[in-house]
């Protein structure tokens, strides 16, 4: 079965570092997502992209991130400048159909810590 | 705006026992419903969906939830668990057939014992 493959799996970074969390979506997948979630706490929408461009965010995705599909296989999720509560899981998605109805596939996630 | 409770964090049950975890939603527009499955060291799994029709929804490893509409509710429920399905599980909502993005509840642990 596809899958949506997620590296790494474990990243550590020390606070001002930037960081890029890597994403291969199912190759027929046309909508991407980043979602994260900070230990304890809710599964939270990051942002969605299509067609090369942001379709949407949340007002967890300031100026600090960034995403970008650099090559037409990878989706990547660049934080500029780390801070101590970027530390969470973050989890890559990929929808055929980008409606939530339809479900999507994620990734198993990379564990980020910001030390 | 959409929101997401799973009230409990942790449910211990033994193997063989029934299990139900609860999830409660709020909107105020038609909403597709969800639940999403994390085995240890995996990505999130679909479950099982609500979009429209029967209220009564199955998976195929055994897990049944009922959209309460009237409760804004959506249970998740096992007659009987199997150590197998020790994992955290996630509800989730969206606000219908444009939106693209999921709204989640925080989890809850399940923790199937012998």
């Known amino acids: 079965e596809p899958e949506v493959t997620q590296t790494p799996s474990h990243q550590v970074t020390q606070m001002g570092q930037e960081v890029i969390l890597r994403c291969v979506p199912i190759?027929?997948?046309?909508?991407f997502y980043w979602y994260r979630q900070i230990l304890g706490q809710k599964v939270e929408f990051l942002v969605s992209?299509?067609?090369?461009?942001?379709?949407?965010k949340s007002e967890i995705f300031d100026d600090q991130f960034s995403v970008e599909r650099p090559d037409g296989s990878n989706f990547t999720l660049k934080i500029r400048s780390t801070k101590l509560e970027d530390s969470a899981m973050y989890f890559c998605?990929?929808?055929?159909?980008?409606?939530?109805?339809?479900?999507?596939?994620f990734g198993s996630g990379t564990r980020l810590t910001v030390v | 705006a959409q929101s997401v409770t799973q009230l409990d964090s942790q449910v211990p049950v033994f193997e063989e026992a029934p299990v139900e975890l609860r999830c409660n939603y709020s909107?105020?527009?038609?909403?597709?419903l969800f639940w999403y499955v994390q085995y240890p060291n995996q990505g999130l799994q679909l479950l099982l969906k609500?979009?429209?029709?029967?209220?009564l929804v199955e998976s195929i490893n055994g897990f049944e939830a009922e959209f309460n509409k009237s409760q804004t509710s959506f249970h998740l429920r096992k007659p009987s668990v199997h150590i197998s399905d020790t994992a955290e599980y996630f509800c989730?909502?969206?606000?219908?057939?444009?939106?693209?993005?999921?709204?989640f509840g925080k989890g809850t642990k399940l923790s199937v014992k012998p």
């Open positions: 992209f299509y067609n090369n461009e942001i379709s949407e």
């Open positions: 989730a909502v969206s606000g219908g057939p444009s939106q693209g993005n999921l709204i």
């Open positions: 190759s027929n997948h046309l909508y």
């Open positions: 609500y979009l429209s029709g029967s209220t």
């Open positions: 909107s105020s527009v038609s909403v597709y």
């Open positions: 998605a990929s929808s055929e159909l980008g409606i939530a109805g339809h479900g999507y596939t």
